[in-house]
Every structure is written in structure tokens, then in C-alpha cells.
């Protein structure tokens, strides 16, 4: 195999240049002409019935152009199960939905507006935890739900409140149990956090005089959210555009329709004027989306010699208001929720439950970070009551190549193993280098993971050489800031043999762009780098025979570098792309590559018994490691330093392999120690500023060490699998299982706070 | 009521009628239109909107347009030296620093300011100094790095003078 130019070299990223020098536009930034400024009204009461709306204050106000409320939008969305109203239909869910919404002259005057519109409530009886709201006998918060249009994979139940059951069934759990020679039983719990890009959430739209609807707005799914716009308004979806301007990160938060949908209605209402509505942080904390707080219950039963054999898993997600994209982490959260490990006898139940909190919905990881801190905690307490060390006790049960997993697959390119050894030797487990300070006790845990990718999936791309032999990239992957646009251009440059510098990527936009399934799930590398690098190689076979005719030698003799075809055999008998297309096609002549891809043998799980035999396109494997010191007094815990071994397959760009797992450490790191959103006894947020919400901050990290790990995938473009998501999987459970092993005290409830610890302390000295 | 004001942005005097209660954030974006100057929370929890007032950095949500008469203000547009990306804004692209690139401006700023102040930061004076502005993409550690690279460019730089 030739040496690769490009790919796997730690290139600076293309967008960079413009990001420093503040010239990137994202959808916050964006101003269009004659555009009206839009604000929302938000629900004050967490489950109650609007008994009447007075908007007559707000329509007088000066300045305004629009106030609407749910009777002149009355449209109802959702990706698998269509629950959530544009503006609320005659009563409200949470404390944050959107009621009515004001397109002013400026925003000053929408919010004064809005401030006008009086709302009379009649209370109902709220949850705000999933296990009461799924109880036999609790009043349904969606009472037509039996009627709400679903996709074909959704699972009901008889329990109330519950939006999908998710099902795995193998083998005979209570026999597995019954032959066991150790049973354990846990409880833990996860509370919801907030994604917290910097950038808060924002959407412009517009209504043309043909009824077309264009909407900007930095979202991870373009072509999805036109297909749930499209379905929602009843529109084909070629009347209906999106445009992306650049996002200030999202991590699963700017997907599907949230402040789109309040643009979308002020925009049928403005007379073909541009509508922006920016939420401000407050807003963008409720009334967008939040992680999944979860309550996960694990029973497992080991036979003495710490072979695994039966594990029962239950776990309630807690959906918030409405489904968003409850039923999907629920099914692929909890599928691989009992860990990456050989169990004959698997019994999983998910249950994805409406409250009424805030939405949640996609967040990195996707119901995988939830599953990993019961489970991996669960595998070392396991370990302590079998008297073993807990990576001898992994190292028995990890999956290998070559395993046939508890949902029926089989697998191979299994990294994992190298991970656990790597991140273990790294942070030194098993050696005790230093005794622990007065006051503070010294522990190190680690924790692995495995996690799929949303499959089957479909990316398009298209590569544009032109006559100055400059490539352009046609592709639907949104930059979110992981650094997409570099690595497909490191792939298009790879294919062509052209410097990275004369690549570009096209603006994305539904009008011009090929389809593509979505920015999520660590899919685009996989994914995305296969349909580019077909469209670039699709691309040189033309321009390989455009020059062999020029070159007067068969193609293959031809060798692409440099910008340049040259003869394999002599160097100097070269011509430029730029060239080629000239001498072929005239000075405007371009030549088009077109590529896609599809992983074909990928199949959904079965709804009953959540098996499939390709599940996933490819696994993402991972072990991370941790080493604290518990301050006894506080309870506070200090992190000394974090190691994190990642197998990605091939890294199309170290450095920025590098920088997603340090980055998914550090939002790991304040999902273990700090974050969670605090909704109280009414349905409100406590928490929802900077000020108030702990965000990991420059003196929160310690020392972090990453390990790249390459165990290839043969499917992925040079071998490469994913990595946008594992990054924050598995590091709380491995903090959890460095302060347990530093205290010899479990404790189940995230997040890790010194109060917590603290009491965990006195409880376990009383 | 509006009021009259004479700033200094960027090294051009400028002389604007504006509210007084305008956010010198509000005043930069959207009557001036450089939008490289991010919102990321207007309550001065982040530091996404940090530029310099008179060589301190300074939250521009927090701060009155009626108070900037005479006032010299620096922004992300005015970092550059000439058509040359600044040390930090170089260390920067080449670390990794920026990834969404929302935090980036402010960051830079805030790194600005320090390194006006103090050539050769410890690690830990880096981390004290941008522990008020967050990043959510990082984690911090090539920001850190790049602090660290543009330290040791800048202290070159003044050795060959």
C-alpha cells in the first residue's frame, strides 16, 4: 500500500484561520434584511390546563407585527413519535414550553410585548420523577398518546407515562441468576445535565410569496429537520430549505425542531419578512433539551471464578414533556447498557418515561454515559465481593473478536482489550506510588465502554475539481466544531493528490447539498469519509482519463500528487489538474466526482427481542482512568490526573483526535464532580445560568493523557471508526470507581459534590 | 435619549449617537456590525464577549455605552498585526485551540491581556487567568498549550528587538 500524504497527519484545521480572527458567522451572528425580532412566551406552571390566553395587550403594543399562539400555529412534530405542538395546545407540560410567541420591530419591544399576553392556568398533578410518573394509577400528561402518530419501531406499554419500552431478551435470566455462585443487586442514578454549547440556541426563517419556506439555523440534521418540518406543516419537502450557518457547538442539543419552530410560526405570520429568534442562555437551559437523567436498576450473577452469567437491567429514562429523542436513547442506550461483555443470560428493560421537566433529549453519548456509570460500577463492586482485581475481571469478560454479543452480533476489529491494558498501565493501576496526604485519601478507577452508531445511514457527497485545480466539497456533515470539514478534506486532498489547501468545503444548504442523515452518533468519519472518498476517487478516474490521453499512457501508470498527474516511472512528465481540466474541458470546465455510502448489512434490533445481527456499522471502544484524592474533611474530590485509551480505527488527524477525547473529558469530568440541573418541587430550573450551573472551567482539569488506539475497521475510510462521542462515556464511573477504591464507599447518585461525599463519609463512619 | 460618544475601536476614532444604556456588546454587533465579539450568556458568566477597554479586558455585556466617551476598545478584528495573525491568534490555529470556535474570541482577548501583563506565565497563572472564560468544545488543554507557545513567540520576539 502507498504511504498516505495526508490522511492520519496531524494537519491544522482548515476553518481555523477565520475562527481566531472573528470573521465565522454563526447562526447568532446572523442578520438578514428586513428581518422582525421574535420572543416567546414560556409556561410558568409545570402540568396544567390553558383555560384562556389574552394576547389583545401585546397585538396594541407599538412596534409589533405578529402575536400568535397555538391556535394560529397548530402544528405537531416529533422525529419517531408526533407528541410536541409548535406553541402549546390548551395546556402546558413544563415549566419553560413555549405558549405564544411576538415578532416586533426589535427585540426589546417583542420581549415587552410578550411581557402583555396574560395566561390563566388550571393546575394538574405533575412528575417529576420517572419512576412515580410510570407508576400503575398516575395520570397520563399525554393523554392522547395511544393516538399520536409513531414510528414503526415504537414498543408502548401498559405502564402509564411510558413513551417506548425498550426489550433485550437472552438466554434465561432467573436460571442464570439461580446457577450463579454471587448475586448483586444495585440501584444508581443520574440526574439531567445541559449541553451548554457556548453558543445559545438561535433560528432565523422565512415564508416567500411562493410559500417556501427557508429557515437558518446551525442544526446537526438539516436534511432530518426538513423531513420533520416537511411532515409537521404537511409541505413536500422541496418546499422547504435549510441553510446552515457555522454552530457554536451543540453536542446533540441543536437538532430537531425547538426555537426553529417558534421562527417557523412567526415567519407565516410576517408577511414574508425574516423572523430571528435568539434564546437567551436562560432560555436555551429549559426550553431546549438536556441529558436524560436516568435511574438504572442492575442485578448480576457471577460464578466464583468471575465468569459473568445472567445480568437483569431496568432503566428508567426520564423523558421530561415530550419524546424529542427519548425512544431512540432509550433503544440504543439501553441495548448495550449491561457493558461490553460476554453474558449468557441478558434480561434488559428501558423504559423511556414523559415527566414534567424540561425536554430531554440527544446528548453526546446517547444514553451511553447514563448505562456506564451503574454498569462499570456495578462490575467493580462485583469484583471486590469475588475477592478479585477488577481488570483481571474485565480481561475474563470483555468482548473480543470474534464474540457473539448479547444482541446476537458478531464481532471483529475489537480494540478494546488494548484500551483497558493501555489506560490501566498508564495511570498505573495496581502500584501505589504515593501515600495518601494528611486528610485526603488517594484512589484510581477506570471504566470501559463500548458504544454503536445510529445504523443503517446514508451519506452523499459530491467533489468539484475545477479549472484552476481547486477542489470544492459537496457534503452534508455540519461542522459543530469536531473538525468534520478538515478531515474530509484531508480525504478529498488524499484522493486527488492535492495540498489540503486547495480544498474546500461548499456552505451547507438542503438546496444544493446531497442528502446526508445527520451530523450525530460519531457517524460522519465513518460515514461521510467513505461517500467523500468515493466522490474523490470517482473524480480522479475521470481526470486519469482526461490525462492519459495528454500524457499518451495508460491510466494506470498515472500517479496523483502535488497538485499534478504524473507518470509513475518519470516524475518529470507531469501536468496539473488544473491543466488537465483546461486542455479537456475549456478554462470553465469542471469535472464532478459523486459518492455514497451505505453500511447495507446494517439492521434496526428487533422491537421484541433486541437482537440484530449488525446492529452497528462499526463499535467505538474505550477505557478511561482516573486517580483523585478525597479530601475527608469537604469531601471534596480532586482530580489528579485522567488517561483516556480511545480505539478509533485509523485517526484520519491525531491532533484532533486528540483534542475531541480531551474535550469530552473535561465534559465528563463536570458530569462526575458538578453538573446537574436542578428542577425543584414545582418544575422549575434553579439553576439555568453560568453563574449557578458549574461548568468545567480551566482550573477544573487536571492533567489529561490521551492514548490513540488503532484497531482498523475494514468498512471505514482507511479503517477509521468514530470518536465525537465516547470522549465523556466512560469518565464518571471511572472517577466513581477511583473514589470508591480511595474510600472504600460506594456512592450511586451523580453528580460527586462534596456535600454528597461528605455524607457519604459520615454515613459510612455512624 | 441618546448621547454622543467618541471611541477609540481598533485604532479608529469613531463618534456614535446611541442609547446610554446600550451594551457596548449590543453597540459592537449590532450597530457597528463586528459580530466576532460572541454572546454566550449577557450576564458576565463566560467570557465569550471579552474585549479591551483601555488595555483591560472587560465583559462587554456588563458595559454602558454611556460610559465609553473617550474610551479605547480593542475587539477580535483589531488583533491582528498588519495582515498578520497575532502570536496568540497563530499559537492558536496551530495548537488546536479552537475547535467551535465560539469561546475563541474571548479567549484570545483574555490571553492578550495577560501576556500584555506578563510574559512568562506559569501553567497555573494561565488556568487563574481564563478561569472566567469557558469553553465547552477543549477542555482546555491546547488553549493552555497555546498560551504557553504564544508566551515563549512573544518573548522571542521582544529579545530580538
New interface residues.
Given amino acids: 500500500m502507498e504511504e498516505l500524504a495526508v490522511v492520519g497527519k496531524s494537519v491544522t484545521r482548515i476553518d481555523a484561520e477565520e475562527k481566531v480572527t472573528g470573521q465565522t458567522v454563526y447562526g447568532y451572528d446572523l442578520v438578514l434584511p428586513g428581518m422582525l425580532y421574535g420572543k416567546a412566551l414560556f409556561s410558568t406552571r409545570p402540568h396544567a390546563i390553558i383555560k384562556r390566553i389574552n394576547t389583545e395587550k401585546a397585538k396594541n403594543y407599538p412596534g409589533v407585527h405578529a402575536v400568535i399562539t397555538g391556535a394560529d400555529a397548530p402544528w405537531i412534530h416529533g422525529e419517531t413519535i408526533k407528541d410536541t405542538p409548535f406553541l402549546a395546545q390548551g395546556k402546558v407540560r413544563y415549566v419553560g414550553e413555549p405558549i405564544a410567541a411576538v415578532a416586533a420591530v426589535d427585540e426589546d419591544t417583542a420581549q415587552a410585548a410578550v411581557a402583555l399576553i396574560e395566561v390563566e392556568y388550571e393546575d394538574l398533578p405533575a412528575y417529576f420523577s420517572p419512576e412515580e410518573a410510570s407508576k400503575p394509577g398516575a395520570r397520563a400528561i399525554h393523554e392522547d398518546y395511544p393516538k399520536y402518530h409513531k414510528a414503526d419501531f415504537i414498543v408502548t406499554s401498559p405502564l402509564p407515562n411510558v413513551c417506548e419500552h425498550f426489550k433485550l431478551r437472552t438466554g434465561d435470566v432467573e436460571q442464570g441468576l439461580r446457577k450463579s455462585d454471587l448475586v448483586l443487586e444495585q440501584r444508581y442514578r443520574v440526574p439531567a445535565i445541559q449541553h451548554a454549547a457556548m453558543e445559545p440556541h438561535s433560528a432565523h426563517a422565512m415564508v416567500d410569496d411562493s410559500g417556501k419556506l427557508t429557515v437558518w439555523v446551525p442544526n446537526d440534521a438539516p436534511f432530518r429537520v426538513r423531513t420533520e418540518t416537511a411532515e409537521a406543516l404537511g409541505l413536500p419537502p422541496e418546499k422547504i430549505r435549510y441553510i446552515n450557518p457555522y454552530q457554536g457547538g451543540g453536542f446533540g442539543s441543536k437538532g430537531g425542531l425547538k426555537v426553529e419552530r417558534i421562527a417557523i410560526a412567526l415567519a407565516y405570520h410576517t408577511k414574508g419578512r425574516p423572523v430571528r429568534v435568539k434564546f437567551n442562555r436562560q432560555e436555551t437551559f429549559v426550553s431546549t433539551s438536556t441529558r436524560h437523567g436516568a435511574i438504572v436498576r442492575i442485578k448480576s450473577g457471577v460464578k466464583s471464578d468471575g465468569t459473568l452469567v445472567a445480568r437483569e437491567i431496568t432503566i428508567y429514562w426520564d423523558a421530561g414533556a415530550y419524546s424529542e429523542k427519548s425512544a431512540t436513547v432509550c433503544i440504543r442506550g439501553s441495548l448495550p447498557s449491561p457493558g461490553p461483555y460476554r453474558i449468557p443470560h441478558v434480561k434488559v428493560d428501558g423504559y423511556a418515561v414523559y415527566t414534567n421537566k424540561p425536554v430531554a433529549g440527544a446528548f453526546r453519548g446517547y444514553g451511553i454515559p447514563q448505562a456506564a456509570w451503574a454498569c462499570e460500577q456495578h462490575m467493580d463492586d462485583l469484583a471486590k465481593r469475588l475477592h478479585m482485581d477488577p481488570l483481571e475481571f474485565r480481561l475474563k469478560n470483555i468482548f473480543v473478536d470474534g464474540d457473539i454479543t448479547y444482541w446476537g452480533e458478531e464481532l471483529h476489529n475489537v480494540g478494546l482489550k488494548e484500551t483497558l491494558l493501555r489506560a490501566t498501565e498508564a495511570i498505573g493501576w495496581g502500584k501505589t506510588e504515593k501515600l495518601d496526604p494528611k486528610g485526603f485519601k488517594i484512589g484510581k478507577g477506570f471504566a470501559c465502554i463500548s458504544k454503536p452508531t445510529r445504523t443503517p445511514t446514508t451519506s452523499n457527497a459530491s467533489v468539484l475539481v475545477d479549472g484552476q485545480g481547486k477542489v470544492t466539497i459537496l457534503a452534508g456533515t455540519v461542522e459543530i466544531g469536531q473538525g468534520c470539514s478538515t478531515m474530509l478534506s484531508q480525504v478529498a486532498a488524499e484522493e486527488l493528490g492535492v495540498p489540503i489547501e486547495n480544498t474546500r468545503m461548499h456552505p451547507l444548504d438542503t438546496d444544493v447539498i446531497p442528502f446526508d442523515s445527520s451530523t450525530t452518533s460519531s457517524r460522519s468519519t465513518f460515514h461521510m469519509g467513505n461517500a467523500v472518498r468515493h466522490a474523490a476517487i470517482h473524480a480522479r478516474e475521470q481526470l486519469a482519463q482526461m490525462a492519459s490521453g495528454i500524457l499518451q499512457a495508460p491510466e494506470e501508470h498515472l500517479r496523483f500528487s502535488d497538485g499534478k498527474v504524473f507518470l509513475k516511472k518519470d516524475p518529470h512528465h507531469a501536468i496539473t489538474l488544473g491543466e488537465v481540466i483546461r486542455t479537456q474541458l475549456g478554462p470553465d470546465g469542471v469535472v464532478r466526482g459523486n459518492g455514497s455510502y451505505t453500511y447495507e448489512l446494517g439492521k434496526d434490533v428487533d422491537p421484541q427481542t433486541g437482537h440484530s445481527d449488525h446492529a452497528s456499522a462499526f463499535y467505538m471502544y474505550a477505557t478511561q482512568a482516573a486517580e483523585v484524592a478525597v479530601d475527608e474533611e469537604t469531601g471534596r474530590v480532586r482530580l489528579l490526573r485522567v488517561v483516556a485509551a480511545h480505539d478509533v480505527g485509523k485517526a484520519i488527524n491525531p491532533l484532533n483526535c486528540v483534542a475531541q477525547v480531551e474535550g469530552g473529558l473535561a465534559m465528563g469530568i463536570g458530569a462526575a464532580l458538578h453538573e446537574e440541573l436542578v428542577v425543584d418541587n414545582q418544575g422549575r430550573v434553579r439553576n439555568p445560568s453560568f453563574l449557578d450551573y458549574h461548568l468545567v472551567t480551566s482550573l477544573d482539569v487536571p492533567e489529561m493523557k490521551t492514548i490513540i488506539v488503532e484497531c482498523p475497521a475494514p468498512d471505514g475510510p482507511y479503517g477509521a471508526k468514530g470518536l465525537g462521542e465516547p470522549g465523556l462515556a466512560p469518565t464518571p464511573a471511572a472517577i466513581g470507581n477511583a473514589v470508591a477504591n480511595a474510600l472504600g464507599i460506594r456512592i450511586y447518585d451523580l453528580p460527586l459534590t462534596p456535600e454528597r461525599v461528605y455524607w457519604a463519609i459520615q454515613a459510612a463512619t455512624d | 435619549m441618546n448621547t454622543r460618544i467618541q471611541i477609540r475601536l481598533n485604532g479608529k476614532i469613531l463618534t456614535l449617537t446611541v442609547p446610554p444604556f446600550r451594551l457596548l456588546l449590543d453597540l459592537l ?1 449590532d450597530e457597528i ?11 458576565g ?2 467570557g ?1 464577549c471579552t474585549v479591551l477597554l483601555n488595555g483591560k479586558p472587560v465583559n462587554s455585556c456588563l458595559v454602558l455605552s454611556g460610559e465609553l466617551d473617550g474610551a479605547d476598545i480593542v ?3 483589531g ?2 498585526i498588519g495582515p498578520h ?1 497575532h502570536p496568540v ?1 497563530q499559537a ?3 495548537e ?10 474571548g479567549m ?1 482577548m483574555m490571553t492578550k491581556s495577560l501576556l500584555d501583563e506578563n510574559q512568562n506565565p506559569t501553567e497555573e497563572e ?3 487567568a ?15 498549550q497555546a498560551v504557553q507557545i504564544a508566551a515563549a513567540e512573544l518573548r522571542k520576539d521582544e529579545a530580538g528587538k
Fill in positions: 454587533r456590525g463586528l459580530t466576532g465579539t460572541k454572546e454566550g450568556c449577557g450576564t458568566d463566560c465569550a475587539t477580535i478584528e488583533l491582528k495573525l491568534q492558536f490555529v496551530q488546536g485551540g479552537a475547535q467551535c470556535g465560539y469561546c475563541t474570541p484570545l494561565i488556568r487563574f481564563l478561569s472566567g472564560n469557558l469553553c465547552r468544545c477543549t477542555g482546555y488543554a491546547k488553549i493552555i
